[in-house]
């Protein structure tokens, strides 16, 4: 799965779960200023991601993103076994 196939689907899953306008979620928002998701939404948000592509985000790897694009990254590299 590309990096482009990734961020589609969580970009998806973003307006799904949380009405945000899909114009507004680009690789470089910010969870908590741009889109605004408060701290039990991104908990949910890692679930979203852990569910939707059957990874385990490690806490101390979740806790260090910041953008879209960041989570996009970090599944690419769970997916590819550069994180463990």
Same mark, same amino acid.
């Given at each position: 799965?590309?990096?482009?196939? #990734?961020?589609?689907?969580?970009? @998806?899953?973003?307006?799904?779960?949380?009405? #945000?306008? /899909?114009? /507004?979620?680009?690789?470089? @928002?910010?969870?908590?200023? =741009?889109? &605004?998701? =408060?701290?039990?939404?991104?908990? !949910?948000? #890692?679930?979203?991601? /852990?569910?939707?592509?059957?990874?385990?985000? &490690? =806490?101390?790897? $979740? /806790?260090? $993103?910041?953008?879209?694009? =960041?989570?996009?990254?970090?599944? !690419?590299?769970?997916?590819?076994?550069?994180? $463990?």
């Amino acid at each position: 799965m590309t990096k482009e196939e #990734i961020f589609n689907v969580l970009k @998806a899953g973003i307006v799904d779960k949380y009405g #945000i306008n /899909e114009d /507004e979620v680009v690789l470089e @928002a910010n969870l908590t200023k =741009d889109l &605004p998701l =408060d701290s039990l939404d991104i908990l !949910y948000f #890692i679930q979203l991601c /852990e569910d939707k592509f059957k990874i385990t985000i &490690p =806490d101390e790897v $979740a /806790e260090e $993103a910041k953008t879209v694009e =960041d989570f996009v990254n970090i599944i !690419y590299d769970i997916r590819n076994g550069v994180v $463990a």
